[in-house]
Protein backbone atom coordinates (compact mmCIF):
# COMPACT_ATOMS: atom_id res chain seq x y z
CA UNK A 1 0.00 0.00 0.00
CA UNK A 2 2.08 2.77 -1.50
CA UNK A 3 -0.01 5.48 -0.46
CA UNK A 4 -0.19 4.19 3.25
CA UNK A 5 1.72 7.57 4.43
CA UNK A 6 -0.76 9.73 2.42
CA UNK A 7 -3.62 8.04 3.92
CA UNK A 8 -2.32 8.31 7.35
CA UNK A 9 -1.73 12.13 6.74
CA UNK A 10 -4.87 12.46 5.66
CA UNK A 11 -6.47 11.08 8.80
CA UNK A 12 -4.57 12.97 10.90
CA UNK A 13 -5.36 15.86 9.47
CA UNK A 14 -8.86 15.28 9.47
CA UNK A 15 -9.35 14.18 13.00
CA UNK A 16 -7.68 17.84 14.13
CA UNK A 17 -9.87 19.50 11.65
CA UNK A 18 -12.71 17.50 13.60
CA UNK A 19 -11.62 18.29 16.92
CA UNK A 20 -11.22 21.85 15.88
CA UNK A 21 -14.73 21.71 14.55
CA UNK A 22 -15.97 20.32 17.88
CA UNK A 23 -13.92 23.26 20.14
CA UNK A 24 -15.50 25.92 17.70
CA UNK A 25 -19.28 24.20 18.12
CA UNK A 26 -19.06 24.14 21.90
CA UNK A 27 -18.15 28.26 21.53
CA UNK A 28 -21.11 28.62 19.24
CA UNK A 29 -23.38 26.47 21.68
CA UNK A 30 -22.50 28.55 24.31
CA UNK A 31 -22.81 31.87 22.84
CA UNK A 32 -26.29 30.34 21.77
CA UNK A 33 -27.39 29.80 24.59
CA UNK A 34 -26.51 33.48 25.94
CA UNK A 35 -28.27 35.13 22.70
CA UNK A 36 -30.96 32.53 23.12
CA UNK A 37 -30.46 30.17 20.23
CA UNK A 38 -28.66 33.14 17.83
CA UNK A 39 -25.86 33.36 15.91
CA UNK A 40 -23.20 35.93 16.26
CA UNK A 41 -21.35 37.25 12.98
CA UNK A 42 -19.03 34.64 13.85
CA UNK A 43 -19.24 31.03 14.00
CA UNK A 44 -22.52 28.67 12.65
CA UNK A 45 -25.63 29.19 13.83
CA UNK A 46 -26.79 26.57 16.57
CA UNK A 47 -29.14 24.18 13.76
CA UNK A 48 -30.70 21.58 15.81
CA UNK A 49 -32.15 24.87 17.45
CA UNK A 50 -33.13 26.36 13.99
CA UNK A 51 -34.36 22.54 12.83
CA UNK A 52 -36.77 22.20 15.48
CA UNK A 53 -38.14 25.91 14.84
CA UNK A 54 -39.00 25.21 11.39
CA UNK A 55 -40.54 22.17 12.07
CA UNK A 56 -42.51 23.63 15.21
CA UNK A 57 -44.05 26.13 12.78
CA UNK A 58 -46.54 23.64 11.54
CA UNK A 59 -48.14 23.13 14.65
CA UNK A 60 -48.88 26.77 14.29
CA UNK A 61 -50.63 27.04 10.93
CA UNK A 62 -52.41 23.32 11.76
CA UNK A 63 -56.41 23.75 11.40
CA UNK A 64 -58.61 21.39 12.65
CA UNK A 65 -58.72 19.81 15.93
CA UNK A 66 -55.50 20.22 17.95
CA UNK A 67 -54.28 17.03 19.61
CA UNK A 68 -53.46 17.10 23.27
CA UNK A 69 -49.66 17.02 22.41
CA UNK A 70 -50.03 20.38 20.11
CA UNK A 71 -46.86 22.73 21.27
CA UNK A 72 -47.95 25.71 19.73
CA UNK A 73 -50.13 26.65 22.79
CA UNK A 74 -51.90 30.00 21.41
CA UNK A 75 -53.40 28.38 19.08
CA UNK A 76 -57.23 26.70 19.65
CA UNK A 77 -59.36 24.33 17.53
CA UNK A 78 -60.94 25.73 14.38
CA UNK A 79 -62.48 24.74 11.32
CA UNK A 80 -64.22 21.81 12.60
CA UNK A 81 -66.90 22.40 9.81
CA UNK A 82 -64.83 21.81 6.85
CA UNK A 83 -66.17 20.01 4.09
CA UNK A 84 -69.73 19.21 5.54
CA UNK A 85 -71.99 20.93 2.58
CA UNK A 86 -71.19 18.50 0.80
CA UNK A 87 -70.56 15.36 3.39
CA UNK A 88 -66.93 14.89 3.11
CA UNK A 89 -64.81 15.32 6.27
CA UNK A 90 -62.03 18.12 5.48
CA UNK A 91 -61.26 19.35 8.94
CA UNK A 92 -57.27 19.39 9.44
CA UNK A 93 -54.30 20.02 6.96
CA UNK A 94 -52.66 23.43 7.25
CA UNK A 95 -53.44 27.20 7.03
CA UNK A 96 -51.22 28.15 3.90
CA UNK A 97 -49.81 31.56 5.19
CA UNK A 98 -50.71 34.28 6.53
CA UNK A 99 -54.68 33.72 6.01
CA UNK A 100 -56.93 30.69 6.55
CA UNK A 101 -57.44 29.19 3.25
CA UNK A 102 -56.67 25.54 2.90
CA UNK A 103 -55.59 25.87 -0.59
CA UNK A 104 -54.42 22.12 -1.09
CA UNK A 105 -52.19 22.59 -4.42
CA UNK A 106 -48.98 24.58 -2.31
CA UNK A 107 -49.97 22.08 0.43
CA UNK A 108 -49.19 19.17 -1.16
CA UNK A 109 -45.90 21.08 -2.62
CA UNK A 110 -44.93 21.63 1.52
CA UNK A 111 -45.63 18.00 2.25
CA UNK A 112 -43.70 16.78 -0.69
CA UNK A 113 -40.67 19.24 0.33
CA UNK A 114 -41.49 17.51 3.91
CA UNK A 115 -41.25 13.84 3.25
CA UNK A 116 -37.96 14.49 0.89
CA UNK A 117 -36.14 16.44 4.00
CA UNK A 118 -37.06 13.35 5.71
CA UNK A 119 -36.12 11.05 2.94
CA UNK A 120 -32.41 12.79 2.51
CA UNK A 121 -31.63 13.53 6.12
CA UNK A 122 -34.37 11.96 8.42
CA UNK A 123 -31.76 9.14 9.63
CA UNK A 124 -28.48 11.68 10.02
CA UNK A 125 -29.58 14.89 11.06
CA UNK A 126 -32.91 15.37 11.73
CA UNK A 127 -32.56 12.56 14.21
CA UNK A 128 -29.78 14.08 15.64
CA UNK A 129 -31.24 16.94 16.17
CA UNK A 130 -34.40 14.80 18.18
CA UNK A 131 -36.48 16.33 15.91
CA UNK A 132 -37.47 13.28 13.28
CA UNK A 133 -40.74 12.37 15.63
CA UNK A 134 -41.57 16.00 15.44
CA UNK A 135 -41.29 15.67 11.48
CA UNK A 136 -43.23 13.05 10.82
CA UNK A 137 -45.95 14.36 13.09
CA UNK A 138 -46.04 17.37 10.18
CA UNK A 139 -46.01 15.12 7.09
CA UNK A 140 -48.79 12.92 8.83
CA UNK A 141 -50.91 15.93 9.44
CA UNK A 142 -50.80 17.31 5.90
CA UNK A 143 -51.16 13.79 4.68
CA UNK A 144 -53.67 13.09 6.20
CA UNK A 145 -55.82 16.06 4.54
CA UNK A 146 -54.79 14.82 1.08
CA UNK A 147 -56.28 11.46 2.01
CA UNK A 148 -59.59 12.77 3.05
CA UNK A 149 -59.66 15.32 0.14
CA UNK A 150 -59.33 12.39 -2.72
CA UNK A 151 -62.92 11.30 -2.26
CA UNK A 152 -62.76 8.99 -5.28
CA UNK A 153 -60.47 8.04 -8.03
CA UNK A 154 -61.57 10.79 -10.34
CA UNK A 155 -61.83 13.24 -7.38
CA UNK A 156 -59.73 15.94 -5.46
CA UNK A 157 -60.88 18.51 -3.05
CA UNK A 158 -58.49 21.36 -3.70
CA UNK A 159 -59.32 23.69 -1.21
CA UNK A 160 -60.99 25.51 1.22
CA UNK A 161 -62.19 28.78 2.03
CA UNK A 162 -62.38 31.31 -0.34
CA UNK A 163 -59.57 33.42 -1.05
CA UNK A 164 -61.31 36.55 -1.94
CA UNK A 165 -63.88 37.01 0.92
CA UNK A 166 -60.72 35.81 3.31
CA UNK A 167 -58.43 38.49 2.52
CA UNK A 168 -61.36 40.89 2.87
CA UNK A 169 -61.01 39.45 6.93
CA UNK A 170 -58.55 40.04 9.15
CA UNK A 171 -59.62 37.02 11.66
CA UNK A 172 -57.93 34.66 13.60
CA UNK A 173 -58.31 30.73 12.67
CA UNK A 174 -60.58 29.94 15.99
CA UNK A 175 -63.36 32.71 15.07
CA UNK A 176 -63.27 33.07 11.30
CA UNK A 177 -66.85 33.51 10.22
CA UNK A 178 -65.91 33.95 6.20
CA UNK A 179 -67.30 31.26 3.61
CA UNK A 180 -65.54 27.77 3.63
CA UNK A 181 -65.84 26.97 -0.18
CA UNK A 182 -65.29 23.93 -1.46
CA UNK A 183 -63.22 23.31 -4.10
CA UNK A 184 -62.69 20.12 -6.54
CA UNK A 185 -60.84 18.84 -9.33
CA UNK A 186 -63.30 16.00 -11.36
CA UNK A 187 -62.93 14.08 -14.40
CA UNK A 188 -65.15 16.92 -16.33
CA UNK A 189 -63.20 19.93 -14.66
CA UNK A 190 -59.50 18.45 -14.32
CA UNK A 191 -56.79 19.83 -12.61
CA UNK A 192 -53.51 17.67 -13.77
CA UNK A 193 -51.06 20.18 -11.41
CA UNK A 194 -53.09 19.77 -8.51
CA UNK A 195 -53.49 15.56 -8.63
CA UNK A 196 -49.81 15.36 -9.83
CA UNK A 197 -48.77 17.08 -6.80
CA UNK A 198 -50.97 15.62 -4.07
CA UNK A 199 -49.92 11.99 -5.63
CA UNK A 200 -46.00 13.68 -4.81
CA UNK A 201 -46.57 14.67 -2.13
CA UNK A 202 -48.15 10.77 -0.58
CA UNK A 203 -45.45 9.16 -2.12
CA UNK A 204 -43.11 11.22 -0.22
CA UNK A 205 -44.88 10.87 2.65
CA UNK A 206 -45.05 6.94 2.48
CA UNK A 207 -41.07 7.09 2.29
CA UNK A 208 -41.23 9.12 5.17
CA UNK A 209 -43.55 7.36 7.55
CA UNK A 210 -43.54 3.94 6.10
CA UNK A 211 -40.48 3.02 8.56
CA UNK A 212 -41.97 5.00 11.11
CA UNK A 213 -40.89 2.82 14.28
CA UNK A 214 -44.70 3.39 15.38
CA UNK A 215 -45.00 1.00 12.37
CA UNK A 216 -48.68 1.95 11.23
CA UNK A 217 -48.26 0.35 8.22
CA UNK A 218 -51.97 0.11 7.09
CA UNK A 219 -51.30 3.89 6.72
CA UNK A 220 -48.17 3.57 4.73
CA UNK A 221 -50.11 1.76 2.27
CA UNK A 222 -53.08 3.78 2.17
CA UNK A 223 -50.67 6.74 1.32
CA UNK A 224 -49.59 4.48 -1.92
CA UNK A 225 -52.34 3.42 -3.04
CA UNK A 226 -53.86 7.07 -3.05
CA UNK A 227 -50.64 7.73 -4.53
CA UNK A 228 -51.16 5.80 -7.34
CA UNK A 229 -54.53 6.57 -7.98
CA UNK A 230 -53.73 10.34 -8.07
CA UNK A 231 -51.33 10.31 -10.40
CA UNK A 232 -53.71 7.98 -12.64
CA UNK A 233 -56.55 10.81 -12.52
CA UNK A 234 -53.70 13.37 -13.16
CA UNK A 235 -52.56 11.55 -16.37
CA UNK A 236 -55.73 9.85 -17.47
CA UNK A 237 -57.62 13.52 -17.32
CA UNK A 238 -55.73 15.96 -18.76
CA UNK A 239 -56.19 19.84 -17.52
CA UNK A 240 -54.78 22.58 -16.05
CA UNK A 241 -55.72 23.90 -13.11
CA UNK A 242 -56.78 27.70 -12.27
CA UNK A 243 -59.56 27.33 -9.68
CA UNK A 244 -57.04 28.53 -6.34
CA UNK A 245 -56.14 31.65 -9.18
CA UNK A 246 -55.23 34.55 -8.88
CA UNK A 247 -53.43 33.23 -5.43
CA UNK A 248 -52.25 30.27 -6.58
CA UNK A 249 -51.87 30.21 -10.72
CA UNK A 250 -50.38 27.64 -12.71
CA UNK A 251 -48.22 29.38 -15.11
CA UNK A 252 -45.92 26.41 -16.07
CA UNK A 253 -48.61 23.54 -17.14
CA UNK A 254 -48.72 20.34 -15.69
CA UNK A 255 -46.00 18.30 -17.42
CA UNK A 256 -43.85 19.29 -14.37
CA UNK A 257 -45.91 17.48 -12.31
CA UNK A 258 -46.75 14.97 -14.02
CA UNK A 259 -42.70 14.19 -14.19
CA UNK A 260 -42.25 14.68 -10.86
CA UNK A 261 -45.21 12.82 -9.05
CA UNK A 262 -43.57 9.49 -11.36
CA UNK A 263 -40.10 10.29 -10.49
CA UNK A 264 -41.72 10.02 -6.84
CA UNK A 265 -43.58 7.25 -7.15
CA UNK A 266 -41.08 5.47 -9.06
CA UNK A 267 -38.62 6.37 -5.80
CA UNK A 268 -41.34 4.40 -3.79
CA UNK A 269 -42.50 1.69 -5.95
CA UNK A 270 -39.55 0.70 -8.79
CA UNK A 271 -42.29 0.06 -10.66
CA UNK A 272 -40.90 0.22 -14.55
CA UNK A 273 -44.11 2.00 -16.10
CA UNK A 274 -43.08 5.15 -13.36
CA UNK A 275 -39.46 4.53 -14.87
CA UNK A 276 -41.16 4.57 -18.61
CA UNK A 277 -43.20 7.51 -18.41
CA UNK A 278 -39.80 9.85 -17.02
CA UNK A 279 -37.98 7.83 -19.70
CA UNK A 280 -40.65 8.48 -22.83
CA UNK A 281 -41.58 12.12 -21.36
CA UNK A 282 -37.98 13.59 -21.02
CA UNK A 283 -38.65 16.07 -23.95
CA UNK A 284 -40.74 17.86 -22.39
CA UNK A 285 -38.28 19.01 -19.65
CA UNK A 286 -36.00 21.92 -20.13
CA UNK A 287 -33.74 23.84 -18.22
CA UNK A 288 -35.14 26.73 -15.23
CA UNK A 289 -34.18 28.98 -12.77
CA UNK A 290 -36.50 28.58 -9.91
CA UNK A 291 -38.06 25.75 -7.93
CA UNK A 292 -41.82 26.43 -6.65
CA UNK A 293 -45.25 25.84 -5.76
CA UNK A 294 -45.95 26.40 -9.53
CA UNK A 295 -42.76 24.98 -11.52
CA UNK A 296 -41.69 21.41 -10.25
CA UNK A 297 -38.96 20.87 -12.96
CA UNK A 298 -35.82 21.24 -10.91
CA UNK A 299 -37.30 18.81 -8.22
CA UNK A 300 -37.91 16.16 -11.09
CA UNK A 301 -34.31 16.73 -12.66
CA UNK A 302 -33.05 15.94 -8.95
CA UNK A 303 -35.13 13.30 -8.72
CA UNK A 304 -34.24 11.59 -12.19
CA UNK A 305 -30.79 12.40 -12.08
CA UNK A 306 -30.17 10.57 -9.36
CA UNK A 307 -31.83 7.79 -10.88
CA UNK A 308 -29.49 8.71 -13.83
CA UNK A 309 -25.96 8.56 -11.83
CA UNK A 310 -27.45 5.27 -10.09
CA UNK A 311 -26.81 3.52 -13.66
CA UNK A 312 -30.38 4.88 -15.51
CA UNK A 313 -28.69 6.01 -18.14
CA UNK A 314 -31.66 7.01 -20.45
CA UNK A 315 -32.16 9.28 -17.74
CA UNK A 316 -29.54 11.93 -19.06
CA UNK A 317 -31.45 14.95 -20.26
CA UNK A 318 -32.44 15.21 -17.04
CA UNK A 319 -28.91 15.37 -15.48
CA UNK A 320 -28.22 17.95 -18.06
CA UNK A 321 -30.89 20.17 -16.84
CA UNK A 322 -29.71 19.93 -14.01
CA UNK A 323 -26.41 20.82 -14.31
CA UNK A 324 -27.87 23.92 -16.14
CA UNK A 325 -30.23 24.98 -12.92
CA UNK A 326 -26.82 24.77 -10.81
CA UNK A 327 -24.76 26.80 -13.35
CA UNK A 328 -27.87 29.35 -13.32
CA UNK A 329 -27.60 29.62 -9.49
CA UNK A 330 -23.99 29.32 -8.60
CA UNK A 331 -22.03 33.12 -8.71
CA UNK A 332 -19.46 33.10 -10.90
CA UNK A 333 -20.31 30.42 -12.79
CA UNK A 334 -20.02 31.83 -16.11
CA UNK A 335 -24.46 31.41 -16.69
CA UNK A 336 -25.78 33.29 -14.06
CA UNK A 337 -29.28 33.94 -14.36
CA UNK A 338 -30.26 34.70 -10.45
CA UNK A 339 -28.65 37.07 -8.75
CA UNK A 340 -26.94 37.25 -4.97
CA UNK A 341 -27.89 40.29 -2.93
CA UNK A 342 -24.58 42.73 -1.81
CA UNK A 343 -24.99 40.16 1.43
CA UNK A 344 -24.52 36.88 -0.54
CA UNK A 345 -28.37 36.05 -0.95
CA UNK A 346 -30.26 34.36 -3.99
CA UNK A 347 -32.60 37.08 -4.77
CA UNK A 348 -34.76 35.36 -7.76
CA UNK A 349 -37.63 38.12 -7.44
CA UNK A 350 -39.13 40.87 -4.91
CA UNK A 351 -42.00 38.86 -4.32
CA UNK A 352 -41.70 36.17 -1.41
CA UNK A 353 -38.26 35.83 -2.27
CA UNK A 354 -36.92 33.37 0.38
CA UNK A 355 -39.57 30.54 -0.71
CA UNK A 356 -37.48 30.03 -3.88
CA UNK A 357 -34.12 30.80 -1.82
CA UNK A 358 -34.87 27.89 0.53
CA UNK A 359 -36.20 25.41 -2.52
CA UNK A 360 -33.00 26.03 -4.68
CA UNK A 361 -31.07 25.20 -1.85
CA UNK A 362 -32.59 22.31 -0.86
CA UNK A 363 -31.86 21.07 -4.36
CA UNK A 364 -28.56 22.30 -4.72
CA UNK A 365 -27.73 20.43 -1.16
CA UNK A 366 -29.27 17.29 -1.71
CA UNK A 367 -27.58 17.26 -5.82
CA UNK A 368 -24.35 18.02 -3.95
CA UNK A 369 -24.97 14.47 -1.69
CA UNK A 370 -25.47 12.74 -4.36
CA UNK A 371 -22.38 13.83 -6.14
CA UNK A 372 -20.56 12.92 -3.41
CA UNK A 373 -22.18 9.69 -2.91
CA UNK A 374 -21.59 8.50 -6.63
CA UNK A 375 -18.53 9.52 -6.65
CA UNK A 376 -19.51 11.43 -10.04
CA UNK A 377 -17.17 14.68 -9.91
CA UNK A 378 -18.81 18.39 -9.75
CA UNK A 379 -20.99 20.46 -12.25
CA UNK A 380 -19.03 21.76 -15.37
CA UNK A 381 -20.41 25.41 -16.17
CA UNK A 382 -18.79 27.21 -19.17
CA UNK A 383 -16.75 29.77 -16.65
CA UNK A 384 -15.93 27.09 -14.15
CA UNK A 385 -16.39 23.45 -12.61
CA UNK A 386 -18.04 23.39 -8.94
CA UNK A 387 -17.05 20.28 -7.01
CA UNK A 388 -19.73 18.87 -4.64
CA UNK A 389 -18.41 20.86 -1.80
CA UNK A 390 -18.65 23.66 -3.17
CA UNK A 391 -22.15 23.38 -4.29
CA UNK A 392 -22.81 22.63 -0.50
CA UNK A 393 -21.01 25.41 1.30
CA UNK A 394 -22.83 27.73 -0.91
CA UNK A 395 -25.99 26.10 -0.21
CA UNK A 396 -24.76 26.31 3.56
CA UNK A 397 -24.30 29.91 3.16
CA UNK A 398 -28.20 30.71 2.41
CA UNK A 399 -29.06 29.13 5.11
CA UNK A 400 -26.71 31.12 7.53
CA UNK A 401 -27.93 34.06 5.71
CA UNK A 402 -31.37 33.20 6.55
CA UNK A 403 -30.60 32.61 10.42
CA UNK A 404 -28.70 35.98 10.58
CA UNK A 405 -25.84 36.00 8.69
CA UNK A 406 -26.61 39.00 6.58
CA UNK A 407 -26.13 42.85 6.19
CA UNK A 408 -29.03 43.62 9.00
CA UNK A 409 -27.87 40.43 11.76
CA UNK A 410 -31.15 39.61 11.25
CA UNK A 411 -33.11 35.60 11.70
CA UNK A 412 -35.69 35.55 9.52
CA UNK A 413 -36.85 33.01 11.24
CA UNK A 414 -39.45 33.94 14.20
CA UNK A 415 -38.45 33.03 17.78
CA UNK A 416 -34.15 32.27 16.26
CA UNK A 417 -31.76 34.73 17.93
CA UNK A 418 -32.38 38.07 19.54
CA UNK A 419 -33.04 40.06 16.33
CA UNK A 420 -36.10 38.70 14.49
CA UNK A 421 -39.11 39.57 12.52
CA UNK A 422 -41.57 40.73 15.36
CA UNK A 423 -44.61 41.60 13.08
CA UNK A 424 -45.52 38.96 10.50
CA UNK A 425 -47.66 39.41 8.30
CA UNK A 426 -50.32 36.59 9.93
CA UNK A 427 -53.94 36.82 11.44
CA UNK A 428 -53.55 34.50 13.99
CA UNK A 429 -49.83 35.38 15.27
CA UNK A 430 -50.74 39.34 15.21
CA UNK A 431 -54.30 39.16 16.96
CA UNK A 432 -54.08 37.89 20.94
CA UNK A 433 -54.69 34.10 21.34
CA UNK A 434 -58.54 32.98 21.95
CA UNK A 435 -56.69 31.62 25.34
CA UNK A 436 -55.77 35.01 26.16
CA UNK A 437 -59.02 36.82 24.82
CA UNK A 438 -61.74 34.70 24.63
CA UNK A 439 -64.61 37.18 22.58
CA UNK A 440 -64.83 36.62 19.28
CA UNK A 441 -62.75 39.63 17.09
CA UNK A 442 -64.48 40.23 14.13
CA UNK A 443 -63.22 40.54 10.49
CA UNK A 444 -63.65 44.27 10.86
CA UNK A 445 -62.41 44.88 14.38
CA UNK A 446 -58.91 43.16 13.41
CA UNK A 447 -58.12 45.11 10.16
CA UNK A 448 -59.18 48.17 12.64
CA UNK A 449 -57.06 46.95 16.28
CA UNK A 450 -54.65 44.80 15.44
CA UNK A 451 -53.68 44.67 12.19
CA UNK A 452 -52.01 48.60 11.53
CA UNK A 453 -50.73 48.89 14.70
CA UNK A 454 -46.92 49.53 15.38
CA UNK A 455 -47.19 47.11 18.37
CA UNK A 456 -44.91 43.52 18.09
CA UNK A 457 -47.59 40.50 17.44
CA UNK A 458 -48.86 38.72 21.11
CA UNK A 459 -48.51 36.11 19.35
CA UNK A 460 -44.96 34.31 18.50
CA UNK A 461 -45.23 32.09 15.92
CA UNK A 462 -41.97 30.02 16.73
CA UNK A 463 -40.13 28.78 13.44
CA UNK A 464 -42.20 30.89 11.24
CA UNK A 465 -40.04 32.10 8.03
CA UNK A 466 -40.80 35.42 6.27
CA UNK A 467 -40.66 36.55 2.60
CA UNK A 468 -37.58 37.73 3.75
CA UNK A 469 -35.42 40.87 2.61
CA UNK A 470 -35.37 43.20 -0.04
CA UNK A 471 -32.66 43.19 -3.27
CA UNK A 472 -30.50 45.03 -1.40
CA UNK A 473 -30.28 43.25 2.20
CA UNK A 474 -32.93 45.74 3.77
CA UNK A 475 -36.17 44.55 5.88
CA UNK A 476 -38.78 46.69 7.66
CA UNK A 477 -40.54 44.20 9.78
CA UNK A 478 -44.07 45.77 8.85
CA UNK A 479 -47.15 44.01 9.40
CA UNK A 480 -48.71 45.17 6.25
CA UNK A 481 -45.79 44.48 3.34
CA UNK A 482 -46.86 40.76 2.86
CA UNK A 483 -44.38 40.32 -0.05
CA UNK A 484 -41.64 40.23 2.94
CA UNK A 485 -43.46 39.72 6.06
CA UNK A 486 -45.20 36.64 5.29
CA UNK A 487 -44.41 32.92 6.68
CA UNK A 488 -45.64 30.06 3.95
CA UNK A 489 -45.46 26.78 4.21
CA UNK A 490 -43.67 25.54 1.89
CA UNK A 491 -40.87 28.01 2.58
CA UNK A 492 -40.48 26.37 5.81
CA UNK A 493 -40.74 22.77 4.28
CA UNK A 494 -37.63 23.59 1.91
CA UNK A 495 -35.78 25.03 4.93
CA UNK A 496 -36.16 22.07 7.04
CA UNK A 497 -34.08 19.58 4.58
CA UNK A 498 -31.58 22.69 4.09
CA UNK A 499 -31.09 23.03 7.33
CA UNK A 500 -30.70 19.46 7.98
CA UNK A 501 -27.93 19.73 5.17
CA UNK A 502 -26.16 22.18 6.15
CA UNK A 503 -26.31 20.64 10.10
CA UNK A 504 -24.63 18.27 8.76
CA UNK A 505 -22.41 19.61 6.29
CA UNK A 506 -21.24 21.52 9.31
CA UNK A 507 -20.66 18.98 11.83
CA UNK A 508 -22.43 21.09 14.88
CA UNK A 509 -24.85 18.15 15.34
CA UNK A 510 -26.65 18.68 18.92
CA UNK A 511 -27.32 15.55 20.55
CA UNK A 512 -29.15 13.63 22.67
CA UNK A 513 -31.60 16.54 24.24
CA UNK A 514 -34.11 18.01 22.52
CA UNK A 515 -33.83 22.02 22.03
CA UNK A 516 -32.78 24.00 24.83
CA UNK A 517 -34.62 27.16 24.68
CA UNK A 518 -37.85 25.46 22.59
CA UNK A 519 -39.69 25.13 25.95
CA UNK A 520 -38.98 28.74 26.72
CA UNK A 521 -40.10 29.84 23.78
CA UNK A 522 -43.54 28.36 23.95
CA UNK A 523 -45.73 30.08 25.57
CA UNK A 524 -47.68 28.58 28.40
CA UNK A 525 -51.32 29.20 28.68
C1 LIG B 1 -62.92 14.12 10.63
O1 LIG B 1 -61.71 13.39 10.68
C2 LIG B 1 -60.96 13.62 11.86
C3 LIG B 1 -59.62 12.91 11.71
O2 LIG B 1 -59.80 11.59 11.36
C4 LIG B 1 -61.73 13.13 13.07
O3 LIG B 1 -61.00 13.38 14.23
C5 LIG B 1 -63.05 13.88 13.12
O4 LIG B 1 -63.82 13.39 14.18
C6 LIG B 1 -63.80 13.75 11.81
N1 LIG B 1 -64.95 14.64 11.84
C7 LIG B 1 -66.15 14.25 11.45
C8 LIG B 1 -67.21 15.29 11.49
O5 LIG B 1 -66.40 13.12 11.08
Not at 137 to 148: D, H, K, P, Q, T
Amino acid sequence: MANNMVVKKVMWVAAMALLMCLAAARVVMAGAEEEGGGVGMVGSPDYGDALAKAILFFEGQRSGRLPANQRAKWRGDSALNDGREENVNLTGGYYDAGDNVKFGYPMSFTITLLGWSAVEYGAAAVAAAGQMGSLRAAIRWGAEWLLRAHTSATTLYTQVGDGNADHQCWERPEDMDTPRTLFKVTRDSPGSEAAAEASAALAAAYLALRDDDAGDRAFSTRLLTASRSLFDFANNYRGSFQSSCPFYCSYSGFQDELLWAAAWLYKATRDANYLDFLTNNQGSSNPVNEFSWDNKYAGAQMLAAQEYLGGRTQLARYKDNLDSFVCALMPNSGNVQIRTTPGGLLFTRDSVNLQYTTTATLVLSIYSKVLKSSGSGGVRCSATTFSANQISSFAASQVDYILGKNPMGMSYMVGFSGKYPRRIHHRGASVPSIKVLSRKVTCNEGFSSWFPTSDPNPNIHVGAIVGGPDGNDQFSDNRGDSSHSEPATYINAAFVGACAAAMGQKQVVKLEEPVDNLASMVTAY
